[in-house]
């Protein structure tokens, strides 16, 4: 069965189904919804509906950002096209990562390096530097009490990652900033001897 093309009622321009205004003269197109699937487009305000432009410049829209990231993940729009509002022009992607569009996709190396989760980091960074004798012993236990910390955020927050960064800080953190503290002890205590 084919899909039913729509056409604008005043121009007779092919249209997409979820357009508000022709593209090509501007008519309202609000009144073509065909099937029950379609939403009411909502009220135009900027940054609310977006017409991005491919690269033979052919507009396309305006699209709601939950309409953009569909089209997006189905590759009938890519993120390097422009796009606009009306009062901004920008890339899709941009259009996408702006405040209250829809969540983006992580990447691989959200796991690795936890940089939602800075306590974690940096007990990670203070532990490996606490290998260095007389400054081991504050990078050591610095490392330990944000490892804890790291832990903490973790629980609370298991979005920011970090569990293994925060446990190096602990444990690497602890092992010399302990154990250097501890030999700095006896060696204070021996010398007065």
């Known amino acids: 069965m084919a899909k039913e ?29 065909t099937t029950a699937g379609d939403q009411p487009s909502p009220q135009s305000q900027p940054g609310q509906l ?7 410049g052919q507009p396309w829209g305006p699209y709601t950002r939950a309409q953009l990231q569909q089209y997006v993940n189905e590759g009938r729009v890519l993120v390097d096209w422009e796009g606009s509002d009306g009062a901004t022009k920008c890339t899709v992607r941009d259009i996408l990562a702006q405040p209250g569009g829809p969540p983006q996709t992580q990447s691989s190396m ?8 800075m306590y974690a ?16 012993i504050l990078l050591g236990i610095g490392g330990f009490v944000l490892g804890i910390l790291g832990l903490r955020y973790v629980k609370e927050h298991p979005e920011a990652k970090g569990k293994t960064h925060a446990w190096i800080g602990i444990i690497v953190g602890g092992l010399f900033g302990f154990g250097y503290l501890a030999a700095l002890v006896f060696l204070i205590v021996g010398s007065s001897m």
Not at 110 to 117: F, T, V
Not at 121 to 136: D, H, R
């Open 50 to 56: 977006w017409t991005v432009v491919d690269p033979s």
């Open 5 to 33: 093309e729509l056409r604008c009622p005043k121009c007779d321009a092919r249209v997409h189904p979820t357009d508000t205004i022709c593209v090509g003269c501007g008519a309202d197109l609000s009144g073509l919804r």
């Open 110 to 117: 959200d796991g690795l390096i936890p940089y939602k989760n």
């Open 121 to 136: 980091l940096i007990a990670y960074y203070l532990a490996v530097f606490s290998i260095i004798p007389f400054v081991g």
